[in-house]
């Protein structure tokens, strides 16, 4: 396994146990349709949230949720659709959880509500 899939993994693994602890519920974690995919999606007082985590272990090349392009936003928002098609939900909103992991220092966690639509 590759080192940015494995420090991607470990990433993941640290916003569900935050989101679990927040009281969302885990619907999924790397649902896919074709070739987009939503990082985890998750439900909490009637809405599903859809999640892009982004996690680095440096800022040489600036916070990890700057990475986020036009084109992520559009292939997350389009396989939610896809997602959301034969349920009832009352909104959905998309977060992001944008995390570094330096090696010599205490991890940096943000949760960014309503980051994109």
């Known amino acids: ?3 940015n899939r494995n420090i991607g993994d470990k990433g993941e693994n640290i916003a569900i146990d935050y989101l679990q602890k927040e009281g ?3 619907i999924a ?3 896919t349709t074709g070739h987009k995919e939503i990082d985890i999606i ?3 007082d009637n809405c599903y949230i ?3 985590i982004k996690t680095r272990t440096s800022l040489k090349q600036g916070m990890p949720e700057e990475s986020i392009s036009i084109g992520k936003i559009k292939s997350v928002t389009e396989a ?5 098609y034969d349920k009832q939900y009352k909104d959905i909103r998309f977060d992001v959880i944008s995390i570094v992991l330096p090696s010599d220092g205490e991890m940096d966690f943000l949760h960014i509500r309503d980051a994109f639509y």
Request: glycine share 0%.
């Open 24 to 26: 969302y519920e885990i």
């Open 50 to 52: 859809f999640f892009e």
């Open 29 to 31: 974690t790397n649902w």
């Open 80 to 84: 939610a659709r896809v997602f959301l």
């Open 42 to 44: 998750t439900k909490k």
């Open 1 to 3: 396994m590759s080192r």
